[in-house]
């Protein structure tokens, strides 16, 4: 187990440099002008030389590749051209929104989705199953930045329009209020949970409809099967059969998906922090691709996928937790 | 053949085909059905924001209302069903063509030449699409083909995984070896041979890849990076109706249900198809 951890690690390593190696020539080979977009349009072509100097821009790509490699794998990003401050600040401030958004609403989206699997499961076939699987297909069809703007509107303007009570009435924008360093600890966790419950709401509704779809028919799968039959004739509480026999079998292939489900996963946390002005990983990206703010980009695409390879390392050491099969070291 | 009548049999494919239909219906005769020049304004104080169903001060029933600019609603809806047909359909064209290339020429090839193309397979596929196409558009200036071709080049991977095991799943089979032994070249063999009976697989991803392409679309263009205004795409109608939504929530929310539509009726035929084909397989999707 140790073993495939460790081999994981190294591939995915490997993927994250690969990663930034094509980022790296693509946007270097692209049309447009670095220096250019620093100097800004007034500056002539004795500033601009002396940009492209200062940038590292006269010297040959390849030799510029490998110092930025250099560079890049000790942390040194680069400046953001937008911001003028260090990319690596400017995402280190950023990922911890990102985690927090994109954590809770995976644990929601499973809790939730295992859930309403399970109970489609149960009640299969009837009218009732049938209404969830049709509301599951839709919520799951739904784009994430239209859910959040529906949300908005609902909870945000629709609450103080049509009188709903306070309670339902949550904030559109940021991930703390304008006041939250005037709160008290307990005000300000207050303050920031009231922020975090639409951006969450809206990707753990679309997360946990997929989730809900998978998860009703590999319960489906496993509930014929001649192992559940014995427990049942064992005599065990239909809870019982469920819960250690039928749900810990289904859980297996879930896991997997969990690896092959965070790319979706960040897709759409980009397109909800845009939305809600969350000032996550997803959107500095959004924000330096319009303005052209190449060092951001590089860097916020190989933080991505360090995520994504994280999250499927993390995934295979809970499925060799789940799979006794996996654990035996003989193999 | 008999797959086929499987599928023509399975309620959810037959109603996602008949909402697709549909809608290909609404993007060809686009300018006959449109009850108004989708980017037309006319005096802007006087047109914008109107409900549905309110009348225009020339007298003519908005059904939809109009946006911002005085723009009929239902003009620019029935107008962006050809930009999210046409982008859906040419990029998962795009997608599968590549796709299924690359995971033939992967199970043919074998040896080393298979573990490098399916690294690269898995490493692209492990990054977040959405990621992916904002690099390739920062490098570029928006536009339609541009759209078409980045969700193009980013959507081949599920396709390339699928063709190459179903080719080398046939590869095994007798028929296989009866045509080599007839003295079939290797070309042949694959285009002949292979591609035809590796196709169904291939038209599931193909269906799940429109309605993909098709949200993927409508999120560039609602980011401000794929179809540039004026020309309507549900994406950057949903975009402009953000900056009203209290106002007029149904320039937002209406194209969004268009979107669904689509995504779901995509949904329902790959659905339908795979558990015609195949009833043990099942997979996530990914947008």
């Given at each position: 187990m140790l073993r495939r951890a460790i081999v994981r690690l190294f591939t995915g390593i490997a993927l994250i440099f690969a990663v930034v190696t094509i980022t790296f020539f693509l946007v270097n080979l692209a049309p447009g002008d670095p220096a250019r977009l620093w100097v800004g349009p007034g500056a002539g072509q004795m500033e601009l030389d002396a940009a492209r100097r200062a940038l590292g821009l006269d010297r040959p790509l390849v030799a510029r590749y490998v110092t930025w490699l250099a560079d890049f794998a000790r942390g040194e990003w680069g400046t953001s051209l937008a911001q003028q401050r260090p990319v690596s600040r400017v995402l280190f401030d950023a990922l911890p929104h990102t985690l927090l958004l994109s954590g809770a609403s995976l644990l929601l989206t499973y809790v939730g989705g295992i859930i309403v699997g399970m109970f489609q499961a149960v009640k299969r076939r009837t009218s009732l199953d049938t209404m969830i699987t049709t509301a599951t297909m839709v919520v799951y069809g739904m784009p994430a930045y239209w859910l959040a703007l529906v949300l908005v509107l609902l909870f945000s303007y629709g609450t103080a329009r049509h009188g709903w009570p306070a309670v339902l009435q949550f904030p559109a924008?940021?991930?703390?209020?304008?006041?939250a360093d005037f709160l008290n600890p307990w005000g300000r966790f207050l303050d920031r949970v009231e922020h975090l419950v639409l951006p969450l709401t809206t990707l753990a509704l679309i997360g946990i409809a997929g989730t809900a779809r998978y998860v009703r028919g590999a319960v489906l799968d496993v509930q014929d099967l001649d192992y559940v039959r014995t427990a049942r004739a064992k005599g065990l509480t239909p809870a019982g059969v469920g819960l250690r026999h039928v749900l810990r079998n289904a859980l297996l292939p879930l896991i997997t998906l969990l690896g092959l489900s965070l790319p979706a996963l960040f897709s759409g946390t980009v397109f909800v922090e845009v939305i809600f002005a969350w000032p996550g990983v997803g959107r500095e990206m959004v924000g330096a691709v319009g303005a052209r703010d190449y060092p951001v980009v590089v860097a916020a695409t190989a933080v991505f996928a360090a995520l994504v390879v994280l999250g499927n390392i993390l995934a295979d050491l809970l499925y060799a937790v789940a799979d006794p099969r996996l654990r035996s070291p003989t193999r | 053949m008999s797959t086929w009548r499987a599928v023509i049999r399975d309620r959810r494919a037959v109603t996602g085909l008949a909402m697709l239909a549909v809608m290909a219906v609404v993007a060809l005769a686009a300018p006959w059905l449109a009850?108004?020049?989708?980017m037309a304004q006319a005096d802007i104080l006087e047109t914008?924001?109107?409900?549905?169903l309110a009348t225009g001060p020339d007298g003519t029933i908005r059904w939809l209302g109009t946006d911002q600019l005085g723009r009929d609603l239902l003009s620019r809806l029935i107008f962006g069903t050809r930009i999210s047909l046409s982008v859906g359909l040419l990029a998962a064209l795009i997608a599968v063509v590549l796709g299924t290339a690359i995971g033939a020429i992967a199970a043919t090839g074998g040896g080393a030449l298979e573990r490098v193309l399916m690294a690269v397979t898995d490493a692209v596929l492990a990054l977040p699409r959405l990621v992916l196409l904002l690099a390739l558009v920062a490098l570029f200036q928006p536009g339609f083909w541009l759209v078409v071709l980045v969700i193009g080049f980013t959507g081949w991977m599920p396709v390339a995984r699928l063709a190459r095991a179903e080719v080398k799943g046939l590869l095994a089979r007798p028929f296989i070896e009866a045509a080599t032994a007839a003295g079939a070249s290797r070309g042949r063999l694959l285009l002949r041979h292979l591609l035809p009976n590796a196709l169904t697989p291939v038209v599931v991803a193909a269906a799940l890849g429109i309605g993909n392409a098709i949200a993927l679309e409508a999120g560039l263009s609602f980011l401000?990076?794929?179809?540039?205004?004026?020309?309507?795409?549900w994406g950057n109608m949903i975009s402009s109706g953000r900056d009203a939504l209290v106002q007029a929530p149904w320039i937002a929310t209406l194209p969004g249900l268009a979107i669904v539509a689509a995504v779901v009726a995509c949904n329902l035929i790959g659905d339908g198809v795979r558990d015609a084909l195949d009833p043990q397989a099942r997979t996530f999707g990914s947008v």
């Open positions: 924008l940021g991930a703390a209020g304008l006041d | 009850p108004a020049d989708p914008r924001f109107l409900g549905p401000g990076l794929g179809i540039p205004a004026p020309t309507p795409s």
